[in-house]
């Protein structure tokens, strides 16, 4: 069959090239697994990368509000996929109780204790030098500025008005110690584009993610601040074809984004996903 | 697996469209319309933005859709490269929102450099400005050839057909210098949406062309460089089990099953013995784009940064070269810092050996000659030197390895492209296996003592042009300023070394090759070495740059130039006479060709100027890089 270069088959040969330049730039690297779709194919790329092997270790961080279907499906991928499963926890907040579902802080806060601060705890005990994380530039507007090589400063800071320039795939990968990197191999990916790549090359993923009883979910977060949408979509191809219609945006059934005119982009540049 | 049918929409390349041009002549405002008129914004999007604009006592602001960034929002200046999808009824796009402010150069240049087309935005009202043309000098250096011009705010001309033509010629006449031609240019009033989505009809009836989003549904996908010769950049090589897979991208050219590869700089060469994908169909070749991997017949020694090609289309291989460069640093780019250049997958430290010109993006002029220094902003051609060699093309033959970033401590401060190399076909270069013995006194402690450089200044043209003239009075000039020189010429060679040497074509390749090497040796000992040979072919003159280059010791190919007419009538050893009568056979500019050099390091006329004048022209080009602060590089 002669090669035809679809769409899927470029932005997967530029995931490859960048989960590939990660690989060889930092030593103590990891991915960032949300255990959502994005991470499902982003495990599939580190496959295609390294021609079936997941050579870097994998970190879910569990705010323990994760819908429980989550964690089954991670224990299961983790065992047969061989994966080498971290998983990182804010243990003293959620001892204290002090979150979200518990009615002691808003939903931002929350975010940031239990996702920002679990992270951050676990890059330091690793002393990782980069980790993967799963984002993609459509998804919302401070991700559209992203750079596939995005440095974190000492306090996990994002300095989005001063970031690298990028061209030529030439990606920054020198740094100083206590800063590390962000690498965003799906950043030039669509959500139709996941979808299109999970159908294609039979990607699995959550079962929460087709309808029952009219109702599927469409991103996956934390169960308190996380709504299922309506739907009728049962399988991969019926979710492509109901994405092309929809003009609804991706995170709009996750309510911590909605907080306040700029909640999301405030979490983003303290360190967020 | 499923069927590509089942795929509502397979094969579809979205078009990456960077949009640029002069602060406040309506980028943002063109998108964010751009977004709303074909139906692309989310529900809620466009309410969303009309509720902050009425909190903000404003008039509703299009560019808000894109600015999502507080920040920018305070500032009405778009900091950052926003990306963002969308799809006409035929195929989607992707538009790259680059800022139009000075200072953010780098971000545009992120947002430009992988475009595959651009629309480059004019207001009207304005004109032509700086960035206007700035920013289209850049798009020329990225690569950038798919160009539309968009002239913007026509509503606030009226609509006036003489302005917008007045626009057209001037910007047309100013792309052209850049080797820039636009596939069109459209009168546009973006606010108001006029244009875009709809004809102007009414308001415009001279306009006949397309609205911009049929413009944009004519253009063609680029097309992968598969039919390019091969370039194969090694990202690193695995181990994870029994395979030893060599990874990486081809850059240019398709890669096959049973190719004979030579990986440079070593030249190392083995065959394909498989091509390595997970998970899919099994092919036996692999074209530009495609991440792969692949396994070799024989276990040569492979690592990052080594570049695959076949034999019959290696690439440049050296350690100088000259560039166009555009500088971002804070610092500027100079002479006696370190560098890093990275280059496909190679990655090396260099020095800037010369700033040759900066040129003024906005008049293309000579702003200045020799220099030291690059600052911010500016764009210029340089001589860059790496401590190791670099394999590369020139950028018009391969843009993806004729293209390179320049590192300054950590940092992406620069980018640039190759012009002016020399390649030589490596299947029909000499082995060199000879053992190279390495004594204590090494070329920079002989360097160090000398006070300047070793180099070799090959001076070539036809008989008569001047070369000897020209040799014996440098030499002299460098003598008298302490300076070891030492000319070599047909009278010093031919009588000696090369004695056994006629003038059949062989021979004369021989005495060339003959020639080179013993400059190579003469410059590594420390000595300025003048050649006057009249070195007819460019063969052998790229021969001897590679030999001389090998050995870390500069070569300046500097032309002697005058008109065949005016060397016939200087004449002075009656050879042209004695050609022309026919006693002399194969004489070059009669019966034999003179093949003028592409791109020499200078070019001197000898009929246009006096010899003092051409000498002193040609100081002035070697007495900086002779001088070139030798303590800070160790070679």
Redesign the interface.
Known sequence: MEFSNTHLDALENQSIYILREAYRKFKRLAMLWSVGKDSSVMLWLLRKAFFGHVPIPCVHVDTSYKLPEMIAFRDRLAKEWGINLIVGQNRAVLDRGETFPNGRITRVECCSFLKRDALQAIIEEKDYEAVIVGIRRDEEGTRAKERYFSPRDKNFEWNFKDQPPELWDQFKTDFDPGTHIRVHPLLHWTEVNVWEYIDRENIPVVDLYFSKHGMRYRSLGCAPCTKPVQSRARTVPEIIAELRNTKTGERSTRAQDQEAEDAFERLRASGYM | ??TPE?????????LRIVIVGHVDHGKSTLVGRLLHDT?S?????FEQIQV?CRRRGMPFEWAFL?D????ERDQNIT???????FRSATRSY?IIDAPGHKEFL??M??GA??ADAALLLIAANEGVQEQSKRHAYLLSM?GVSQVIVLINKMDLVDYSESVYLRIEADYREFLAKLGIQPLRFIPIAARDGMNLTEPLNDVAKWYSGPTLLRALDELTPPD?EAEGPLRFAV??V?R??E?R?V?G?IESGTIRVGDDIVFSPNNKTSSVASI??????V?D???A???I?IMLTEQIFVE?GHIGSLDTQTPIETNRFRARIFW?GTRPLSTGRRYTV?LLTQEVECQLVSVDRVIDATSLDTVSGLRLSVARNEVAEVTIQSRSSLVMDNHDKVA?SG???I?DD???AG?GIIFGGHYVNRGRVRSTNIFWSEGTIDHQTRVERNGHRGMVVWLTGLPGSGKSTLARALETNLFNRHMQAYVLDGDNIRHGLNSNLGFSAEDRVENIRRVAEVAKLMADSGLIVITSFISPYRLDRARAREVILSADVEFIEAYVAAPLHVCEQRDPKKLYKRARAGEIKNFTGIDDPYEVPENPEITIHTDRESVKECLERLLDFLIPRLQLDVAEYEI
């Open positions: 697996m499923s089942a795929k509502s929409n397979p094969g579809a390349h979205a139906g914004l989310p529900d809620g999007k902050v894109l999502a960034l507080q920040a900091i950052d490269v926003s990306q963002i999808w992707v780098k971000n240049v992120t450099a992988d990225l992968p990202q690193d695995y994870f089990d395979r897979i990874a991208r390595e994908r997970w998970n899919a169909p092919r070749s692999a074209s784009g495609e991440s991997g990052r971002m990275k993806a293209r390179f970033v590192v950590q940092n992406v980018g």
